[in-house]
């Protein structure tokens, strides 16, 4: 029992005892652990940002003109392509969409939003809302942003683009649907199309037209023949709806650069962490030896060596968080971070991995100490 | 100078790995000062080059060249009010063009003629009807000098005829084409659709006061907002918050390197007290002992600069043709240096340490 005792009290004495050096390196992981929080936090607020409004898409497909390089803005189709498409075998239904970013006129202030335009009931607008309801066919009207009620945004609200075009009643709130990191407006095609007309005259188009149709698969259909089909009728870019958000711009590059700058830091971390674990095992060397020859297995003391590397680890982390927290409480609303708890939890984690791998060299010089010869040089 | 080199000899797997991580931290800071320059470079270069000291956009664009649309002619109407010496319609409108690395998103920034001019040329001739002006780094998504270039939709042709620099607009591959082609090259992409102005580029005449034409302007043309190019540059949307999130990420990354080479030396200089205080008993000086560390901790961030640059430059030959990434030298050496001037200013702290020792120490407890 005793010697229970003392393994678990002798990596927090030890800690308590030097606790000017722990700090340090404390104050060095949280420095590095804040850096890591923080690109998580962006990751996830400008993914979220990007592609919202289309992963929660009830649609399935999302068919682009050929030459738009599958970007909403570039593409355009006709809506008479609708019924076409909707004839393809293993097509269950099809809507269209358009999209703007534009400036809208709020009780005295502006704010920028990105107006989506919808079929009612066809795939593509939002599968729910958080309060209210979605606008109906040949209404004026909107489900908009959760985001915008910090703007004086309510049910019954008016809202205009500065540009002109018809004003949209708000008839209902979305939550999590941004589009170009901007907080969605989500109307019918009718009005998308009156107000990109107002915003963008050289978009203007003699036939009807969205800018992309999304459509919903039966059961049984198979993704890739089905798009194939409607590339072949249509002459354009069917894409999945994960493909689709890919190709927002700069989505994945961004993702992608972010999650390489985390592990580049998680590195870093691992690498900091060997750093102390191998200056403090050189230190107590001789210490460490003498308490194999007094009786302490080595287990116990590479698991108190590992908790004194990975309590410096587990209070950078909690402090990183509290500072990330404390940084997006400061941002402004706009401000594109977030930090959802299953990432947190994944990245704590991870940080928590480095720090024990970074012990590991240092474990293994533990683990290797003879107390036969211990004894000899004492 | 040998007795830095000799101790960080005499331990040469920790030496290795802490050169390596500040070798990984100076790379961070680096790489995201390039990655930062870069964005801002391409977000705001077409306005930040554009000779013009005033920009008219429409009131309802919150300072977005993208979001803005003029009426046909204002123009002419700006044109007459006092103060102004020169007035050209600017448009821009994205297009997708096939070049050697597959096709990419290009911006066609129009420009009109008897305005503020065009940007300076590097290279080659100012565009007439059917030309283009390119950026410097765009050769290698096919848009060298004399390449011709053909903007999809809509089927129309273009020549390079000069290269100038620094001329990006919103990130993307951009040409500068006068003013009637590029509305050519939007009408034949978009035939219902009017090609209509984005913004006005205006050029005060010399001595007039820029706030003063700028009020002059927003009320003889009502619907407008008028920035100065300073002003325009910094309201580029998202070019502000680009700024703001990479300084924070710099400079935590630069203070995360700053502390782990403090952190480092503070241990080993701990853990060396014993011969230190030998050293100090032999005759050593103080300032001598803790020049040793301050010449460590250089050696180390020397070293391991010298490898984030190396990583920087091979990442940067890396970086795509349509997102080209350029190791500034300027950068890398600032960068360096405050890293260098940060590690050795945190190494004040085992200096001091070292200051604090007592010669006499080593002859009462040998």
């Known amino acids: ?378 | 100078m040998s007795l830095s080199v000799i101790q960080l000899r005499r331990a040469p797997v920790r030496t290795a790995l802490l050169v390596v991580v500040v070798a990984a931290l100076v790379f961070l800071v680096e790489y995201l000062a390039t990655l930062s320059a870069t964005l801002q470079a391409f977000s705001t270069g077409a306005l930040a080059h554009l000779p013009a000291s005033l920009i008219v956009y429409s009131g309802a664009a919150e300072g977005s060249l993208d979001a803005s649309r003029l009426p046909p002619r204002l123009a002419l109407r700006a044109a007459r009010v006092r103060g102004v010496a020169a007035v050209a319609e600017l448009g821009v409108a994205d297009f997708t063009v096939a070049g050697p690395g597959g096709r990419y998103e290009l911006a066609l920034v129009g420009l009109g003629s008897g305005g503020p001019g065009w940007p300076p040329l590097v290279s080659g001739r100012l565009p007439g009807p059917g030309g283009v002006l390119v950026d410097a780094t765009e050769g290698a998504a096919g848009l060298g000098q004399g390449r011709r270039v053909a903007p999809e939709p809509g089927g129309i042709v273009l020549r390079v005829t000069g290269v100038a620099s620094g001329v990006r607009y919103d990130g993307l591959v951009t040409a500068w084409a006068a003013f009637g082609t590029w509305a050519r090259a939007v009408r034949a992409a978009s035939p219902g659709g009017a090609a209509v102005p984005n913004a006005l580029a205006v050029r005060a005449r010399p001595g007039v006061p820029l706030a003063a034409l700028a009020r002059r302007l927003a009320a003889a043309l009502p619907g407008t907002r008028v920035l100065t190019r300073a002003a325009a540059v910094a309201d580029v949307p998202g070019a502000s918050v680009i700024a703001v999130t990479f300084d924070l990420l710099i400079t935590v990354a630069f203070l995360a390197a700053v502390l782990v080479v403090s952190s480092v030396f503070l241990l080993v200089t701990v853990q060396r007290l014993r011969v230190w205080v030998l050293l100090r008993a032999l005759g050593a000086s103080a300032g001598r002992l803790g020049l040793a560390i301050l010449a460590q901790a250089a050696l180390v961030v020397v070293a391991g600069s010298v490898v984030a640059s190396a990583a920087l430059v091979l990442a940067a030959g890396a970086s795509g043709a349509t997102f080209p990434l350029r190791a500034a030298p300027g950068l890398v050496a600032t960068t360096v240096l405050s890293v260098l001037i940060g590690a050795c200013v945190s190494c004040l702290l085992p200096v001091r340490r070292i200051g604090r020792i007592d010669p006499a120490a080593a002859v009462v407890q040998p």
């Not at chain 1, 075009?165 to 095609?189: H, I, K, N, S």
């Not at chain 1, 493909?243 to 592990?263: C, D, V």
């Open chain 1, 1 to 378: 029992m005793k010697g229970a005792g003392f393994a678990a009290s002798w990596p927090v004495r030890e800690l308590w005892r030097r606790r000017g050096r722990f700090a340090g390196v404390t104050v060095t992981l949280t420095v590095l652990c804040t850096l890591a929080v923080i690109l998580v936090s962006l990751g996830s607020g400008l993914w979220a940002g990007a592609t919202g409004a289309l992963r929660s898409s009830p649609a399935d497909l999302v068919v682009f003109s050929r030459d738009s390089l599958s970007l909403f803005p570039r593409s355009r189709i006709a809506l008479a392509a609708i019924p076409q498409i909707g004839r393809v075998r293993g097509v269950a239904a099809v809507g269209a969409l358009g999209t703007l970013t534009t400036t809208v006129a709020l009780r005295g202030a502006t704010a920028s939003v990105a107006v989506i335009g919808a079929i009612p009931g066809r795939p593509g607008a939002p599968a729910a809302v958080v309060s209210g309801r979605l606008p109906r066919r040949g209404e004026d009207s909107a489900a908009v942003d959760v985001a915008l009620r910090a703007e004086g945004v309510r049910l019954g609200s008016r809202i205009r683009q500065a540009a002109g075009g018809p004003p949209l009643r708000v008839v209902g709130f979305v939550a999590d649907q941004r589009f170009e990191l901007l907080p969605t407006v989500w109307t019918t095609l009718t009005a998308w199309q009156a107000l990109s007309a107002a915003a963008r005259p050289e978009t203007r188009t003699a036939a009807p037209a969205a800018q992309v149709l999304t459509i919903r698969l039966t059961p049984s259909a198979d993704a890739a023949t089905v798009a194939r089909a409607v590339d072949a009728q249509l002459a354009a870019t069917t894409l999945t709806r994960s493909q689709a958000i890919l190709a927002i711009p700069g989505a994945a590059a961004m993702r992608s650069t972010i999650n390489e700058l985390i592990a580049a830091v998680l590195l870093v971390a691992a690498g900091v962490t060997a750093l102390f674990a191998a200056l403090y095992t050189a230190e107590r060397r001789s210490e460490l030896a003498r308490l194999r020859a007094l009786g302490s297995s080595a287990a116990r003391l590479a698991a108190g060596l590992l908790a004194q590397a990975e309590a410096p680890v587990i209070i950078g982390t909690a402090a990183a968080y509290g500072i990330t927290a404390a940084l997006i409480a400061a941002a402004p609303p706009q401000f594109p971070v977030a930090l959802p708890l299953t990432r947190a939890l994944g990245l704590a984690g991870l940080i928590m991995a480095a720090g024990a791998a970074g012990t590991g060299l240092s474990l293994l010089r533990v683990l290797r100490i003879d107390p036969a010869i211990t004894v000899e040089d004492l």
